[in-house]
C-alpha cells in the first residue's frame, strides 16, 4: 500500500482499524474523550482522474446524500452545504438523523492516481457547536498527493 495523504488531529485521537473493512484502505481515528466524535478515512479505486470527473461539489454531495439516507437505520440527511476548496477537493456538510441519534458530518473528497480519498468527520450532533472549530480546522489540513488534470 503506497497512498499519499496526511492530516493533522488533535494529539487524543488514536488510530484502529474498522472490524470489517470494506475499502481498498480505510483507517478510523477515535477518542475516549467524547463518544461519537471520530475521524475517517478511506481509498477506493476509481475510473477518473479528478473529482470533477464525478460532478460538481453539489452533483457529489446529491450521491453522498443519496447513500447516507439509504443506509440502515437512517432517517433523514439534511445537506448543509458544499464547496470546491480547491487542491481538487470538495468539502460536504450535512446532518444525519437516524436510530442512533443525530450525527453532524463533513467529508473531503479528492481523486488521486486513480483512487478515491474520502475523509469522514462524524460528531453528535449535540456536540457539534463544542467541537465545530476544531473539526474545520483539522479537516483543512487533509490533503493528498494531486495529479492535477485540466
Not at 470489517?20 to 475510473?47: A, C
Amino acid at each position: 500500500k503506497n497512498f499519499s495523504y496526511s492530516l493533522n488531529l488533535p494529539p487524543v485521537f488514536t488510530p484502529g482499524n474498522k472490524p470489517l473493512q470494506t475499502h481498498v484502505d480505510e483507517m478510523l481515528f477515535t477518542t475516549s474523550n467524547v463518544l461519537g466524535y471520530s475521524y475517517g478515512i478511506t481509498i477506493d479505486p476509481v475510473r477518473i482522474n479528478s473529482i470533477s470527473q464525478f460532478g460538481t461539489p453539489e452533483e457529489v454531495a446529491a450521491r453522498v446524500v443519496g447513500v447516507e439516507v439509504n443506509r440502515d437505520g437512517v432517517f433523514d440527511v439534511t445537506l448543509n452545504s458544499t464547496a470546491d476548496v480547491g487542491h481538487g477537493q470538495y468539502q460536504l456538510d450535512y446532518v444525519s438523523s437516524g436510530k442512533r441519534g443525530i450525527k453532524h458530518l463533513v467529508n473531503r473528497v479528492g481523486v488521486d492516481s486513480g483512487m478515491l480519498y474520502v475523509l469522514t468527520v462524524s460528531c453528535k450532533d449535540k456536540d457539534w457547536a463544542v467541537y465545530k472549530d476544531e473539526i474545520e480546522s483539522v479537516v483543512k489540513t487533509f490533503s493528498i498527493s494531486i495529479n492535477e488534470v485540466m
